[in-house]
């Protein structure tokens, strides 16, 4: 009976060192076609009240990384441990304890990522006027929103859109702000081999919007 007791324990310690042989085994890399490049930002707000894209990174080689403790200069919008980083083939940008209290949007967490031209976005504790949005909704998902002091708008979630020189960004968040007075974007990778000289940030018709009324979860 001990012979077989030790037997089993043996089996389970074997067992739980290839588990963690296998999580401490770098992911798999994607080789990048010529004419690729990743780039990715945090943050960025466009109109009246402008934050440039922080922090941003592009790479058509290896991979570059930066990281931002905080982002609150100004009032409608904060965010923390905002991280992003870019390769050749591949892009990836994170955002923490995301807040526009005027829109009543908050974020546990917003994350996009894009490898190899396909990506898509997760949200983690994501509420817009206190209902929970889904934590993988599809490609441009638009919810209505209300804006205090300036209006109804609406929010796109994992926008996908098709850049001029035919590379995929993802956005996992988009507020429009209303009037068309600018845009608050969280957490965007782009990603995908460019078909021809880029021209700036143009870009071709978006998909058309699945559009909710009750951005509910269940």
């Not at 009976?1 to 401490?24: N, V, Y």
């Not at 990384?65 to 609150?72: A, F, G, M």
């Not at 009543?104 to 976005?121: H, I, M, N, P, S």
């Amino acid at each position: 009976m001990r012979h077989t007791h030790a037997a089993k324990r043996f089996a389970t310690a074997g067992l739980l060192a290839a588990g963690l042989a296998a999580a401490a085994a770098p992911a798999p890399a994607f080789a990048a076609a010529p004419g690729s490049e990743g780039s990715a930002y945090g943050l960025t707000v466009t109109g009246p009240l402008a934050v440039p894209p922080v922090p941003a990174v592009s790479s058509s080689t290896g991979t570059v990384r930066k990281s931002v403790l905080r982002e609150d200069r100004t009032k409608l919008v904060k965010a923390s441990a905002l991280d992003v980083d870019a390769s050749a083939s591949r892009a990836r940008s994170a955002v923490t304890h995301l807040s526009v209290p005027s829109a009543k949007l908050l974020a546990d967490a917003v994350t996009a990522k894009c490898t190899a031209g396909q990506g898509g976005a997760r949200l983690a504790g994501a509420s817009i006027a206190g209902k929970r949005l889904d934590s993988t909704p599809p490609p441009n998902t638009t919810v209505p929103v209300d804006v205090d002091g300036l209006g109804r708008t609406a929010l796109v979630l994992n926008k996908q859109q098709r850049m001029a020189d035919g590379r995929l960004a993802v956005t996992g968040m988009e507020l429009s702000l209303p009037g068309k007075k600018g845009a608050i974007r969280v957490a965007s990778a782009t990603c995908g081999k460019a078909a021809g000289p880029a021209h700036g940030p143009a870009e071709a018709p978006a998909p058309k919007p699945v559009r909710h009324d009750l951005p509910v979860t269940g």
